[in-house]
């Protein structure tokens, strides 16, 4: 590489993470989604996460549904690989990648339509079975791609563009992934930048099932007056439950806050998420507690937001299945074809 | 034609979850150890306990093994169905039934041999749902003696069909001691009789799922993602029977990943995300679970990866009858999903065939980077089969075309769908590939060479004749049919389990009328180039297959000019029983004498 000691005008060189990447090589092919769409947002923070954590994109395998929302990872990390499957199936898809190969860093970008509609059962089973995957639904209230029909996590009452208004009960996804077993379920806001980056970042380092709900409004569909999923409702709505930062796993602990309003969670590679508690009295541990907030904040027509349950040591799919620790699907042959001797004594039993 | 020393048929009449399948395991294994070939045919109901089941067993010294339609003998000991089971009987066919019964009071043209199976077990346990097992155990006694079957080779195969349970083992012994004590006082049903030959050495008996599960195992599977369903499950549950037992390392780590899923989409979902990652990922199923693979299945097809479905088919449609066989998926999977979509398909007839497909799918799986599928049926899958012992694999496994760290430094990069070896078979890399260019997008949305979203006509079109160059070309991997006979002016065409009745009825045309029928039985689809020839060398071709619509004919109307095809003649049917040969000797002579 040229020197540039010598040549003042020089502008400064990018910034790089620890494996000497600059951001660039984690982006992704140019949106084509509308300008202003809150999965856009979603998917810099996603992609931002991972160069700052410092993970190859070689390593990270994506994964998603339909929609606009499904279309994201198109947009972000174009050295990983990718599989946009159809719809409501990606978790199925993502179970069986990542069991074949449990190296990989899974993230897995669906739609409230592609999961709490369509995608409905194999969502719930996902979470049941604690499968290592970061799962980021883009929650905008709306089937963005087939042109802003309702999905099922529209709140009672919200009012669609044309005048339909909603009357069945909102899905919520995140009291129903924490009921099931989920080890990590957070919501968050397309908006909000620092809050939904500190959960992307502890979501990665998380062993299990990371659920990330993230409200994401469809500026074309779903974002006019009388929309719970707008900008401006969310905004007025927002109730954090605490202020999250990321401490990555080689960092110093700094204690600077008065006891009993901090607390810290150690995720699965030591990294921390560092909470100050906003609603005293929030214990993100208590599954019960977490789901009856939950149930709380939608009486109340609250956008419960932040942390909601996390439990870094629940057994994962992997470990329940006891993998090796190298991907099956490169195993040689000798590990996965048995001798002839086994087949000889099949042989046998059988005459 | 009457009955004759190991040439019979028997069938036993009874009530589902009463224990008698370990009895005509008995039976069966009794008579293969004497040497004289043997098949059994299980037909139960679509219920766990209580309702009326039937097994047959046939020994045939010819080694006919398809289902007979007469019956040689009954073993009756259901009440419920006895009345409807002795009246369908020919003339003079001896009844062995439960004396309490009385049924001796009806026909008076049939050998009836009462015994009183309660007063039998009642000395020899105890507890009362004991005996009832035991009961079933003592019509074997009565039967070996009926039929000369040798008594220390029933005993032996007491023995190895309640493995390892030595108490088990003698009250078992002791109740077909019972039953052939009794008999004793019989005199024997004219005719019928098991005489020692040498006609099994060296086979083996196994079902055909048990026998895909074992080929499975051989080819290396390493995930398994599947939702139970009959006639299927025993196949999945074989597997992993032989996974726990052969695929752990020394420290116990398991060398594979199976999943019970929450249905068929997401089994078929978790096949295609394992074989994207380069796994050799299976699943088995039914219709119904087919039916519900629909649209992944497409993608598979689509997006190009590999992936092996069993479809172990049974009578549909819908539920159907869910406990029958039937042939009848061949057109719901070679085209499963919407759109242009074909998938190989693989057509097993013999539970050897099972094995050796078993594996080889995931070799054509990974070669040709598509879902294939392997159409297996209740009768091939859940019967017991004699069959030559498994052979192992001798060729090194075929992981297809996949590029690595070392290939991309070389090439710099590389397009996915690119044709560049002119089989319509692109590249792939595997995710975690530790190369900036690695990486690809895999979708089921328009895409062009290098897996790009597309929109574009021409690109679109352009990938759609690669892919269907591809499936042309697999004609050339998939297993060439097999032909039988040649010269005939008469030919015809079956594939999987129809084939013992198939070859049976040859041999009843040739003796019977002199009637000379050349056959080819496919094993895949697309067919082989020989699958045209073999119609081209016949004036009339008959198509038989297990099935109401003739799906096969069907599909082989589809590949052939239009003078061929008017050669081909359907001769489908389907009661959900196995095909025997007298229906098929009877459907082609119905043509050729009209
Ligand atoms: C089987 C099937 N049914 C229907 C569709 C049509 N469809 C495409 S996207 C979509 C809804 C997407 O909504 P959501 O997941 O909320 O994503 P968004 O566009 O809002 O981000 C539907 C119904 C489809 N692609 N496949
Ligand atoms: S339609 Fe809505 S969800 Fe889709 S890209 Fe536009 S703003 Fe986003
Ligand atoms: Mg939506």
Known sequence: ?351 | MAPAVNDFSLQVATVNGSGSQSSNSVLLRALFQMGIPVSGKNLFPSNIAGLPTWYTIRASRDGWVARKKELDLLVAMNGETAAEDVAALRPGTPVVYDAPLGLDQGRADLGWYPVPFDALVAPLAPDAKLRKLLRNMVYVGTLSRLLELELPEVELAIGRVFDGKPKAVALNVAAARAGFEHAGAFTRPPGLAARRMDATRGKIIVDGNAAAAHGALFGGVTVLAWYPITPSSSLAEALIADLAAHRRGPDGTPSYAVVQAEDELSAIGMVLGAGWAGARAMTATSGPGISLMGELAGLGAYAEIPAVVWDVQRVGPSTGLPTRTQQADLLSTAFLSHGDTGHPLLLPGSVEECFTFGHQAFDLAERLQTPVFVLSDLDLGMNQWMAEPFRYPEAPMDRGKVLGRADLERLGGFARYADVDGDGIGWRTLPGTDHPRAAYFTRGSGHDERAGYSEKGEVYEKNMLRLARKLDGARALLPEPVATGAGAEVGVVAFGSSDPAVRESRAQLAAERGLAVDYLRVRAWPFAAAVRDFVAAHQRVYVVEQNRDGQLAGLLRLELAAPLAGRLRSLARSDGLPLDARTVTDAVLAHEEA
């Open chain 1, 1 to 351: 590489m040229a020197s540039t000691s010598t040549a003042p005008a020089a502008p400064a060189e990018p910034r790089v993470n620890r494996l000497g990447l600059p951001i660039l090589e984690y982006r992704g092919g140019k949106t084509t989604l509308c300008a202003g769409c809150g999965h856009n947002a979603i998917s810099e923070r996603i992609l931002e996460a991972y160069f700052d954590l410092g993970i190859p994109p070689e390593q990270v395998a994506k994964f998603s549904g339909i929609g606009c929302s499904s279309k994201s990872p198109a947009y972000f990390l174009g050295r990983s690989h990718a599989f946009n499957g159809v719809h409501g199936r990606m978790p199925a898809v993502a179970t069986g990648a990542l069991l074949a190969n449990r190296t990989l860093h899974g993230v897995g970008v669906s739609g409230d339509g592609d999961t709490a509609s369509i995608g409905m059962g194999q969502f719930v089973h996902l979470m049941r079975r604690n499968l290592p995957l970061v799962y980021v639904i883009e929650d905008n209230g709306v089937y963005g791609l087939t042109k802003g029909q309702f999905s099922a996590t529209a709140d009672p009452g919200s009012v669609l563009k044309g005048g339909a208004v909603a009357d069945l009960p909102a899905i919520d996804t995140c009291a129903l992934a924490i009921q099931l077993g989920a080890g990590f379920v957070a919501r968050s806001f397309s908006g909000d930048k620092k809050q939904l980056s500190a959960l992307l970042h502890a979501a990665i380092a998380h062993g299990g099932t990371a659920l990330l709900d993230v409200i994401s409004p469809c500026v074309t569909f779903n974002d006019h007056q009388g929309s719970t999923k707008s900008f401006a409702y969310v905004k007025a709505h927002d109730e954090p439950l605490q202020e999250l930062s990321f401490v990555p796993a080689l960092e110093e602990i700094t204690l600077d806050h008065e006891p009993g309003t901090t607390a810290e969670v150690t995720l699965h590679d030591g990294s921390r998420l560092r909470l100050r508690k906003l609603e005293a009295g929030y214990d993100p541990r208590q599954r019960a507690a977490a789901v009856a907030r939950l149930m709380g904040a939608q009486a109340a027509g609250e956008v419960l937001t932040g942390l909601l349950f996390v439990d870094p040591l629940a057994p994962t799919l992997v470990d329940r299945l006891g993998l090796p620790p190298e991907p099956l699907a490169t195993l040689p042959p000798e590990r996965v074809r048995p001798p002839r001797a086994v087949l000889d004594a099949i042989n046998a039993s059988l005459r």
